[in-house]
């Protein structure tokens, strides 16, 4: 985050003043949340995967993968 973070402020405009100007962090806390939770959601895919044994159960992890991937 403070890689991301450090680029997010060096990238920020210059002012007349020759200064950066503010710009506001929503847009890169929101990336940062999501990318939390992919993490998360892969953790989870991956342990329903594993211990997965009946087709019922397959078909359910394999569509908690599609929505790990689609978020």
Do not use: C, K
Request: hydrophobic share 50%; net charge negative.
């Amino acid at each position: 985050y403070r890689v991301a973070d450090g680029i997010w402020t060096g990238s920020a405009p210059i002012g007349p003043e020759g200064g950066r100007t503010a710009v506001p962090r929503a847009l890169l806390n929101f990336w940062w949340a999501l990318w939390i939770a992919t993490l998360l959601s892969d953790q989870i895919t991956a342990r329903a995967q594993d211990t997965s044994m009946e087709p019922g159960q397959q078909a359910h992890a394999l569509a908690l993968v599609a929505a790990a991937d689609a978020l």
